[in-house]
């Protein structure tokens, strides 16, 4: 009798948790719900354990993300572009401030966390001058951060026609959603043959592509 009793209880209390959704919020709160509507700027439910109770709303951007009561995960947007869209290639110019001069540029990066990237750059005048580098960059974000715009700081090592350097570039990044990406930053060069130190402003912009 005391085993019916358990095995009904436990049955009935499958059913009521196996039936809930959850709402994480922007905060890591959670919430046992029910969920009745989900549209892109607001989200309709009404509390698991008060099933007869009013309909609340919450907007979207202040949820992280909702899991479904079937195992579905909506990340409602949020997911770092950076974390979703870890592969990127861009072109660019990198112009010489401290002299006439500049170099066309091309790199592929790849997040392998959402702060920080590895990447690959390779430039040339189209003339007689080249160069080379690589290294990583440092993205101040978040795992989960919405925000478009990251500043960075950088250490690459490369060549600049045959001579070796250490490039430290200092900038902003932007990345959509959708996968646009741009890029502006200064970059400082210490060669290692003398106590020459050369400085290029650099525009990129390319595309981002998903894992």
Known sequence: MRKTIV????????????????????????????????????????????????VFCMKTIKIRKIEYSNGTIDSMGYENPRKSK???????????????????????????????????????????????????RFHLNSNHSQKAFTPFIGLMVGSDRGYSFIQVPVGLSYISKFGLQASVSINQLQYSYSNWISTYAELRVGWRFSR
Do not use: H, W
């Open 7 to 54: 095995i009904i209880l436990l049955g009935c209390v499958f059913q009521l948790t196996s039936g809930q959704d959850k709402i994480i919020t922007n905060d890591k709160k959670e919430l046992q719900v029910q969920i009745l509507e989900n549209s892109d700027r607001m989200v309709k439910y009404k509390l698991s354990d008060f099933a007869d109770g009013p």
């Open 86 to 136: 870890p592969l990127g290639v861009s072109a660019g110019m990198a112009l010489q401030l401290d002299r006439e001069g500049g170099m066309f540029t091309t790199t592929v990066d790849y997040f392998v966390l959402p702060q920080i990237a590895v990447e690959l750059n390779l430039g040339s005048d189209l003339f007689d001058g080249y160069f080379y580098s690589f290294g990583s």
